[in-house]
């Protein structure tokens, strides 16, 4: 049974700081992995998608590494900003769970101006 | 290109109602899915539709249920409503099993 974690669950940090968010799960027979941004009470914006034949993907100030066979992705935030406060979740999809996206519990970002 | 969309924002039902929620999805996308984001618990997985066929189901009772129609729309009815189905319920779409894109949700309250 696939399972993902995701720590810290919460990270304070000043504004203008490099940050990593890490994100563990336990079946590498993956088939993509997903980073989302929740900001209270609101949907999710997806960030980044990583296929499973790939290594990292980049987009802006966001970087998403993949390493399947450890079972682990982070996300690098570079020169954080107060408005990149919110929480950020890491998903997985496999082969053998349909089209269903499993999601780790998410860590609470706060960046302080 | 409009995003997933989902209505109503709020519902207010009391203990033992039937809730139904509805959401488009991005144009051209097939599949559907329906998540279930209580408080404390995290995401679910409910149900996920594809060209108008149920293809997975998570750990959930038959009184959660839904349909997909033919321009790719999905409606989920939750039927005899408990107290611990309050939650934000989210709508996510994709072409088969690529990205899924969120709706922004609807926020069900059990009284």
């Known amino acids: 049974k696939q399972e993902v974690t995701q720590i810290p669950a919460a990270l304070s940090v000043p504004e203008g700081e490099n940050l990593v968010l890490n994100c563990s799960f336990t079946d590498s027979a993956i088939y993509n992995l997903q980073w989302f941004r929740q900001d209270p009470g609101k949907g999710l914006t997806s960030l980044l998608l990583?296929?499973?034949?790939?290594r990292e993907q980049t987009s802006g100030r966001l970087n998403a590494s993949l390493d399947k066979s450890s079972g682990r992705s982070t996300l690098y935030i570079a020169a954080s900003q107060p408005g990149d406060s919110a929480t950020y979740l890491c998903a997985v999809s496999s082969y053998n769970q349909g089209g269903k996206l499993i999601f780790g519990q998410g860590t609470e970002l706060s960046v302080k101006p | 290109e409009a995003g997933v969309t989902q209505s109503p924002t709020h519902l207010i039902k009391t203990r033992g109602q039937q809730a139904t929620l509805r959401c488009s999805p991005i144009?051209?996308?097939?599949?559907v899915y329906w998540y279930q984001q209580a408080l404390g618990l995290g995401l679910q997985f409910l149900l996920w539709?594809?060209?108008?066929?149920?293809?997975n189901r998570g750990n959930f009772p038959p009184r959660f249920s839904g349909r997909q129609f033919p321009n790719y729309s999905s409606e989920l009815n939750v039927n005899a409503l408990e107290l611990e189905d309050s939650a934000l319920y989210l709508c996510?779409?994709?072409?088969?099993?690529?990205?899924?894109?969120f709706g922004p949700g609807t926020r069900l309250t059990v009284t």
């Open positions: 539709y594809d060209e108008g066929e149920e293809r």
């Open positions: 144009s051209g996308h097939t599949s």
């Open positions: 996510a779409s994709s072409l088969k099993t690529y990205e899924q894109y």
């Open positions: 990583i296929q499973s034949s790939q």
